[in-house]
């Protein structure tokens, strides 16, 4: 009998457990009185092939007695884990109940979570070693309050835990789930009366039950069978909701830390540390591209660009370019030969990009910007990286539509302090105004906003040819 002591929140907690084969032998008997064929023919070899080995068949105390027997072991788990797990790319394993020891593996799971004699698993780090913890603990508990006090339980015990990948030192999320299907809870004496305790509870809530390891404390129980532990990586999933949750506090995609945390998020969700991303917005006000510095510095193609008129003729050539290919972008290999198709890259190349992605972000048919991804390293970036990057483009989308609207807004706003009533045909030199003025009150710079001015144009009506000069009201 294993006596497994887990601490969780200063308590401590003593579960009592043993290997068992009881509820999976039982399990095959029922597939075999089925009476279908193929299964009755499967499960009959399995239990033919436990004929030979009586103790197998009984609560193992000493698991010695599994050492030489690690061929049926593996024969007895193919009807646990189904032929579309692969032993090299799947985690899963067989472990005695509410312990850190185990009896079978895949392979992945071995080399990654278990240790040098492969039996015991290895917890990273103090907080997922709390957080298995409580998984154990409400486990028992959930066992023990259905089977002998008739508690309805809702939700389930499966946990998120962050993981260092050792091979690209990035942050990974593994989601961990124990199944308890083939553990069967025994009472070793007289239970408790527990009163008039709420009969229905959910999971998570069930350690919150008032001194409820004084009136049932897990010592009065013994657990037989085996847990099944699956772990699946989540990765895309977690960092998805995390991208989603900081692009909604994202008022400007000028905020440097805010884009540098995203970067670190895009760089988990395609697994390369290698791989930095820009943004270059394309917003439309008043009919009219606006660009700025503020705006562009997280940008591979336009930050070393300050020519209004290139900024928006490269704005141009790739909304040109997206319209003929409706796809990404990949260049895995930046060169000068590609250079020559593609102009806009020369810098990159001159400060050593070497491959790249660019992604179309489009609000309808219209390109309002692009997302691009790009590594030092020739090769780096390739068409097997789109997949995992498509996710998250609708957010940068919604990021973007966002922007665009507040910034409308700012610019409308200053327009309206500043000047008179003004002609749509004109309105644009008034909006590039209003965009520097924003674009200096963010640096901190507290200078007026400048006087516009058009240059050889003359009023229709007076007795004198003059500059026309539109003051601030």
């Not at 772990?231 to 400007?252: A, G």
Request: glycine share 4%.
């Amino acid at each position: 009998m294993q006596h497994t002591n887990v601490r969780y929140e200063g308590t401590s907690f003593t579960i009592n457990s043993r290997l068992s084969f009881k509820l999976l032998i039982e399990s095959w008997k029922e597939k075999i009185a089925e009476d279908k064929d193929g299964l009755r023919e499967f499960y009959g070899d399995l239990l033919e092939s436990l004929s030979a080995y009586p103790e197998v068949l009984e609560p193992i105390n000493d698991l010695s007695i599994l050492k030489d027997r690690q061929p049926l072991i593996e024969k007895m788990m193919t009807s646990i884990f189904p032929v579309t797990l692969s032993d090299k790319k799947d985690l899963y394993a067989i472990s005695i109940p509410f312990t850190y020891k185990t009896i079978y593996s895949s392979a992945l799971f071995k080399s990654i979570f278990l240790n040098e004699s492969g039996d015991m698993i290895m917890v990273p780090d103090p907080e997922t070693e709390r957080v298995i913890s409580e998984q154990k603990i409400i486990m028992s508990y959930q066992m023990i309050l259905t089977k002998f006090y008739g508690f309805e339980l809702r939700g389930d015990t499966t946990t998120v835990h962050p993981f260092l990948d050792p091979v690209t030192g990035l942050q990974k999320y593994l989601q961990l789930e124990l199944n308890s299907r083939f553990i069967e809870v025994k009472a070793k004496g007289k239970l408790p009366d527990l009163g008039q305790n709420q009969t229905c509870i959910r999971l998570k809530d069930l350690l919150k039950i008032p001194r409820l390891q004084v009136l049932l404390p897990l010592d009065l129980f013994e657990f037989e069978g085996f847990v099944i532990i699956n772990i699946k990586d989540v990765t895309e999933r977690e960092v998805i909701s995390d991208i989603k949750n900081r692009l909604l506090t994202v008022h400007s995609f000028a905020d440097i830390h805010a884009f540098a945390s995203l970067q670190e998020q895009m760089q988990k969700l395609i697994g390369l540390s290698d791989v930095r991303i820009g943004i270059a917005p394309f917003f439309k006000i008043n009919n009219h591209y606006v660009f700025s510095d503020q705006f562009s510095q997280n940008s591979f193609i336009l930050k070393h660009i300050h020519s209004q008129e290139e900024k928006t003729r490269i704005c141009l050539k790739l909304i040109q370019l997206f319209q003929k290919h409706d796809d990404f972008l990949v260049i895995s290999s930046i060169t000068p030969e590609v250079v020559r198709d593609y102009p806009f890259l020369r810098t990159i190349l001159e400060e050593g990009g070497k491959s790249l992605i660019i992604c179309p972000l489009r609000s309808g048919k219209e390109l309002i910007g692009v997302l691009s991804f790009l590594s030092n390293t020739p090769g780096m970036l390739g068409y097997s990286h789109i997949q995992k990057i498509e996710p998250a483009i609708p957010l940068f989308v919604l990021a973007l539509e966002k922007s665009a609207e507040i910034l409308n807004n700012q610019i409308d706003r200053v327009i309206k302090e500043q000047f008179t009533a003004v002609q749509s045909s004109v309105e644009w030199k008034f909006t590039e105004a209003a965009l520097s003025f924003l674009t200096k009150k963010s640096k901190g710079d507290d200078s007026k906003i400048e006087n516009i001015v058009f240059e050889d144009v003359y009023p229709l009506y007076g007795s004198n040819r003059y500059k026309e000069f539109i003051h601030r009201t």
